[in-house]
């Protein structure tokens, strides 16, 4: 998702956006371990915008996903094919002592997207926001289109090694956009999210605000509606493929902080889910900006009691009371770690430590903008995370 400030507030975006680089670039390398509630952070790097790797300007990075097979991670770009053709970085992360130290992030490979038909998508097509990878050697790419130009958002199955598209799942009617803008995903606010259970068999995406027909989008005081939307890939085991769209549930996003907003024009939304089991348990990510910087919550997320709401096309013209969203409960205010947080959009586990902890990993989508930096960040969960978030103490806001 890429930020949209008003002109008139550009000069205190600088002076807030320079802050914060002379904050991070003191945090750059900070190693020591910080303890929160069950998660520990062990370490970030950075990534300088402006950064080139085989003729692409690495930034964007607005999802990622990781593989343990070959220890490493694929990024999609949300680029939109202007500096360079839709892509994926694959990249290693140096976890081996513990912690990430400045330095530890490597660059191997970027991959090109392609259509079905091996053509390079053209600019503006794509808005590659979400990732998340198969277990046959391929990914999925949440694409949230254009609304201005009647772009619907896609997500395809594309080839780990070339790129291509080798399918693309159905897009439900409701998320849609219209000429009339009467329904479906507003404009920069579609499908940043997406994740696949460990059994494979189910994929998950969500909105990152309210579709036009389910409410407002996110304004200061207020959050928003989002929908989830949950895919069966497979029935019959995995060699049957299904690909439809199964259920669908409401997500209410946590309001936006009005801190030094005056023009309004500031984002908050729901920008990742992590699939933590087969059983409807994730972790979710929620990014704001209200002008000064970026707030970043990390919850438990479960649908278990929550609504199954793929009849309803338009959550305003049913009974509201009569909908239950899904449960939360907040793990992590990363203002209560002590580092100066980016652009924070995406999230992925990564590899098991040496002392026998689960990690977690975050990552920034830097908008391509000089006042900001694609960072990552690495934290450390206790060893029974996965079974036992959903009774994990939580960090209070």
Known sequence: MQLIIDKSWR???????ILTILVLIFFTGFAASEQVGDIEFIGQDILPTGTIFQNTEVGGLSGITYDATNDVYYGISDDQGRKAPARFYTFKINLSQGQLKKGGISILKVTTLSNENGTIFPPGITDTEG????NRNSLFIASEGNVKQLIDPFIPEISLNSGKAINKLPIPPKFLPDKDQQQGIRNNLGFESLTITPDQ???????????????TSTKPGTGTRCRILQYDLFSNGYTQPRYRPAKEFLYETEPITPILNISGKFASGLTDLLALDNQGNFLSLERSFNGWGFTVLLFHTSLKNASEIQGIDSLLAFDQQKIKPVGKKLLLNLQKVNIAVDNIEGLSLGPILPDGHPTLILVSDNNF?????TQILAFKLKPDFVTATENASPVQL
Do not use: P, S, V, Y
């Open 201 to 215: 068999k189910t994929l998950f995406t969500a909105t990152e605000n309210a579709l036009i027909q389910d409410g």
């Open 131 to 134: 990732i998340a990878l198969t």
């Open 369 to 373: 903008n000089q006042l900001q930096r």
């Open 11 to 17: 000069l205190i975006t600088i002076c807030c956006g």
